[in-house]
């Protein structure tokens, strides 16, 4: 059977040349770092899992958005779309014998079957931290500084990027005072999520659908005018009196108050109308902009107390967010913050003759045994031709290995920056040395 000569790449995936890949894995160690600055584990699931995990979550309508079959087994499974799930299933069957609160982090690769646009694709990896079995707005705090933290370690300040933070009990508590009904206040966090997106005839039109929210006219524009300036002590003012606003206030003030302990003081802003699409949530939540507002949000996350309940693991309180790649990587390169790719090797062996060539992969096997990167020519070429190839692979220093200097027990390693030569003794190119005879090398064989 015959094949194309060009297969293309499916739309909304990537190739990771290694210019790509520089970028992608300065994100992953910036992520394990900061993660494990704050005492997360690494911990990750696999990529398939069965469709129900999903479906009990969120519905038979997220079936659309998911790369979902039924495989040889004749079950019905999907590629992850996201962790939260897989990490509630994991957790659901050990962590009532684990110490609390979870500490625990992830770097998965995600799938979503939907529209490509400008900072979403099909696939991307995704940064999940979850804190787990610690109701405390201490928790919330310290998973949004976790958040805060890895954007500060990849070169954002809060000139850059802003935390918008919100509560969904407060929220809750707020739609409830102006009228909203207890069955219909998902369809009114739908109609909040689009006010910054939609103009106020269309935000009034939703709130009045009698299919949606259902509110009379001159609710549904109380409702609006909660979101005008809807600060903490503009709140207070109108609703503090009610009970269950007033303890959200306070939450969300020490919330507030302990990211500026923490040193974000200047990331966080309240903003009310930040909801969060996933229904699971039920307390703080929050996602995080570049303060532009040129692209999606980079980071989203919050309280989600009842998800594990929900796939058959112990009641357990939960906080967590993600923050993929793709939005963040395109804010970086936007910022001029992407490292620099160079192509580079510790040393690049040059042999004079052939006879010199099983020196050369010896040395070479000694070397890489002691840590260093070395690349030789794997046939014969031209010495000219050699440094040709040492200065593409981005040699920091050139090996000559030449019969005279060999016959004298020595090479000569050449600086490929500065050109500066000098000799070294072959004996110590071939030999593994001890910790402590390292430092009897010269400077630039020492580890």
């Not at 509630?88 to 529209?115: N, T």
């Not at 005279?404 to 070294?424: F, N, P, Q, T």
């Amino acid at each position: 059977m015959s094949t194309p000569n060009n297969v293309a790449r499916l739309p909304g995936f990537r190739d990771f040349v290694p210019e790509d890949l520089a970028l992608r894995d300065r994100l992953f160690d910036a992520w394990r770092r900061i993660s494990r600055r704050y005492g997360f584990l690494e911990y990750d699931g696999p990529p398939l899992e069965p469709l129900d995990l999903y479906t009990r979550k969120s519905g038979e309508e997220i079936v659309g958005q998911l790369y979902s079959f039924t495989d040889k087994g004749d079950r019905e499974v999907a590629l992850r779309p996201e962790m939260t799930p897989s990490l509630a299933r994991i957790l659901g069957e050990r962590s009532r014998s684990m110490p609390k609160p979870i500490r625990w982090f992830s770097v998965p690769q995600l799938f979503r079957y939907e529209r490509q646009q400008r900072g979403r694709l099909r696939e991307h990896f995704q940064w999940n931290v979850d804190l787990l079995g610690e109701a405390g707005v201490a928790a919330d705090a310290e998973v949004l500084a976790v958040a805060l933290d890895g954007l500060r370690e990849v070169g954002l300040r809060s000139e850059d990027v802003r935390a918008r933070v919100s509560d969904r009990r407060l929220l809750a508590a707020l739609l409830r005072s102006l009228g909203v009904p207890e069955e219909r206040l998902e369809a009114a966090y739908g109609v909040v999520d689009k006010m910054e997106r939609e103009p106020a005839d269309r935000i009034l039109e939703s709130l009045t659908d009698p299919e949606g929210v259902g509110l009379d006219r001159g609710a549904a524009r109380r409702v609006v005018e909660l979101f005008e300036v809807p600060t903490l002590d503009g709140i207070e003012a109108s609703f503090g009196e009610r009970e269950e606003v007033a303890r959200s206030l306070e939450e969300i003030r020490t919330f507030m108050s302990i990211l500026a302990e923490l040193g974000f003081g200047d990331f966080v802003e309240f903003d009310l109308t930040i909801v969060r699409g996933l229904a699971y949530y039920t307390g703080i939540v929050f996602e995080v902009f570049d303060r532009r507002g040129e692209f999606r949000a980079i980071c989203g996350g919050g309280r989600y107390d009842d998800l594990l309940e929900r796939v058959g693991g112990e009641p357990l309180s939960a906080v967590g967010f993600g923050m993929g790649d793709v939005v963040l990587g395109e804010l970086l390169k936007e910022r001029e913050l992407t490292p620099e790719y160079r192509r580079e090797v510790d040393f690049f062996i040059v042999s004079i003759g052939e006879q010199q060539l099983p020196l050369a992969r010896r040395i070479a096997r000694v070397q890489r045994e002691n840590g260093r990167s070395v690349v030789y020519p794997l046939r014969k070429q031209s010495v000219r031709k050699q440094f040709s190839a040492a200065a593409a692979e981005g040699a920091r220093e050139v090996l000559v290995l030449g019969p005279e200097e060999v016959g004298e027990g020595i090479a000569v390693l050449r600086d490929m920056r500065s050109g500066d030569e000098r000799k070294v003794e072959l004996e110590h190119l071939l030999e593994v040395p001890e910790p402590e005879a390292k430092d009897a090398l010269p400077e630039r064989m020492r580890s």
